[in-house]
């Protein structure tokens, strides 16, 4: 009980500190929703003058961005459903099934892990300009519809399946696909949530790759699209048009936390497992 | 049809098939996976080694053979020492702040405290924004008049610096964007690391007379190492490939203050166009990165984790 109320004080520097972590957003909504004038001439925009909307009217109108939304939503939603349909089948093989060559697969599979795409974008880049691919949507999805990490991910959750269930489905003569599908899939259906989550976090907010392999507003997603919106501006910046579009772009994810934040988080933690 | 079927009951056929069968089927799963991996991972690892041995600009429709020149005129050049320089003081500020303020927070929420999930939600909530949009907001904040950062300081009668126009300034303040956006993953490991302590030991510990803080040093800490190591790694691995942040915030300047490793081969590559001085910083890129990634691999088997 003395134990219990000692740790009482911990809420005053947690507070303080939750606050001082929370004050980029809370910056992001006052400028978002605010009028330009009250973020000049040093004031501390800490609330706003009134709550306007004309702000995200303005910047909606000034940039495509209901084909950036579209954009962004398409190539994430594809990235994650190829990932994981590829990443499952592959998994499924190496756990499961016995094949000649299976070590080798494994190391590929581990070596491809260790290698950034930082260092690889140019050969991938000249890749898909060779095929005529750039400002296309192939060239935004195909280089991520497979994932060594994905594939990691997957083998490490399947291999937490009983065999012997496996086993007494093989020997009353179900397929491999059958199996995966009845039994494998529904027993790590958190595991594959939580790598699609993660995955859906990591490709929406993805600028590096659609920097690279797109050049026209028709192909752009929305971090990209935000980035154009800063160079526009350069000289004289309106950060209130700036906030409604950086506040049009992170709420999908904001909502996307909201709903799958248990996921996210046993994904982060998982990862902890590992060491 | 019915020949099919009846040939399908021909039972030496039927198992030829199945072998058959259970020969493919192994292959025929892993095969979209492997094609692509096979494209964009394994066989541009080759290619970018290829290229880093030739000059080639674009235009000419063939790279041509360079030799060691590439490499030679690489480690002789003050600019790409100066981006690793940069992409070591980034590593090592984010890593130097993250995993103690990660590991002290955790520790914390640990504790039996009450609204302890809540703590954990608002700490983590920075790791959902793309990077472009926290980096953009961090621009904001950092304005040089009117940022609420130089305003807060200008009420303290100190003159805040244009921070991202400023050499001295700009590496701290992607810095900051940086510790921001991951912090809570990082407290998350650590959590997941306190959460797997052994409850039996530090009991031990205390029976035989030891204080808290020698049972911290003596039983905790031990049993963390395997996570601290992990969450040190993955630290220096994630800002080593930063991009987004700086692209949005500085474009690598002012100057080249905020030049890393990474940013310095998408200015080579994608700027002048210098694909074989790109490819061999690119080659030391990936040797950098494995080299910690095998002292990772080494540390875990020495301290005991699963280095799978």
Known sequence: MRKRRSLWVWHLPLALFALFMLVPLWWMVVAAFDPMRALLGGHLALWPVQWNLSNFEAAWKSQPFGRYYFNSIATTTAIVTLQIATSTLAAYALVFLPFRGKRAVWALVLLAMMIPIQAIFIPDYLILSQLNWINTYQALILPFAASAFGIFWLHQAFRNVPRALVEAMVIDGASPWSVLWHLVLPNTRPAIMTLAVLNTVFHYGYLFWPLLVTNTAAFRVLPLGLSYFVAQQSGFMQWNLMMAAVLMTVAPMMALFGLAQRYLRAGVMHYGLRG | ?308
């Open chain 2, 1 to 308: 049809m019915q020949a099919i079927s009846e040939t399908m009951d021909h039972a030496g056929i039927r198992s030829r098939r199945t072998r058959r069968a259970i020969l493919w089927t192994p292959w025929l799963m892993l095969f979209p996976a492997l094609a692509g991996i096979s494209v964009f991972v394994l066989f541009p690892t080759l290619a970018v080694i290829g290229l880093s041995f030739t000059h080639w600009n674009l235009l000419s429709p063939h790279p041509a053979w360079n030799g060691m020149r590439n490499y030679q005129s690489l480690l002789s050049s003050p600019d790409f020492w100066t981006a690793l320089l940069h992409t070591g003081i980034y590593a090592l500020s984010v890593a130097g702040v993250i995993l103690p303020a990660g590991f002290g927070i955790a520790w914390v929420l640990n504790q039996p405290l009450k609204a302890r999930n809540a703590y954990r939600m608002i700490f983590f909530l920075p790791y959902v924004m793309p990077l472009a949009a926290s980096g953009i907001v961090f621009s904001g904040l950092l304005a040089p008049s009117g940022g609420l950062v130089n305003v807060l300081l200008g009420r303290l009668h100190v003159a805040g610096p244009d921070w991202l126009g400023s050499v001295h300034w700009a590496l701290v303040s992607v810095i900051a964007v940086t510790i921001w956006e991951y912090l809570g993953f990082y407290m998350l490991l650590f959590l997941s690391g306190l959460q797997q302590l052994n409850p039996a030991l530090a009991e031990a510990a205390s029976m035989d007379g030891a204080g808290s803080w020698q049972r911290f040093w003596a039983v905790i800490f031990p049993q963390l190492i395997p996570t601290a190591v992990f969450a040190g790694v993955m630290v220096v691995i994630q800002t080593f490939q930063a991009f987004d942040q700086i692209y949005v915030m500085t474009a690598g300047g002012p100057v080249t203050a905020t030049t890393t490793l990474v940013y310095y081969i998408y200015e080579q590559g994608f700027q002048f166009f210098d694909i074989g001085r790109a490819s061999a910083a690119s080659v030391l890129f990936v040797l950098l990165v494995g080299a910690i990634t095998l002292i990772q691999w080494r540390g875990m088997r020495r301290w005991g984790g699963d280095p799978s």
